[in-house]
């Protein structure tokens, strides 16, 4: 498999992870962004340093569920997730994760395939435990 296949294979994974992660076990989430409870449908993981970062592309402090309305078609919607963020993780761990997004970072195939095994497990341990199916 290539790069870019494996890149794309954990980029579903981490998603599904992020947004399992976020959710209420009654299928509804917090949007990170407008802080608004929808279901978990809607939910998207955003990012709040771009993914052509790749330092930060698979950190989970980088990534959080955003509804589709925010992540996809609002301009402003970092300045919600900038200040719901730092509520989350803190000062210190936000502005690490700035210095990390600005790192130059290239993932060889072992660490990407890793990353899937083990994202993999996570996914189907909290689709289990929280009652949502992930598609």
Known sequence: TNQATLVKKLDKVFSQYIRLRDAYPNGTFR???CGKIKPFEQADAGHFHSRRHMATRFD???AS???RACNRFSADHLIGY???LIKKIGIQRFKMLHVKAHQSRKWCRFELDQLIKYYTILVKK???EKGIKIK
């Open 82 to 84: 900038r200040e719901n």
């Open 31 to 33: 949007c990170i962004s």
């Open 126 to 128: 909290l689709s289990e």
């Open 60 to 62: 989970e402090d980088n």
């Open 65 to 67: 569920a955003e509804c």
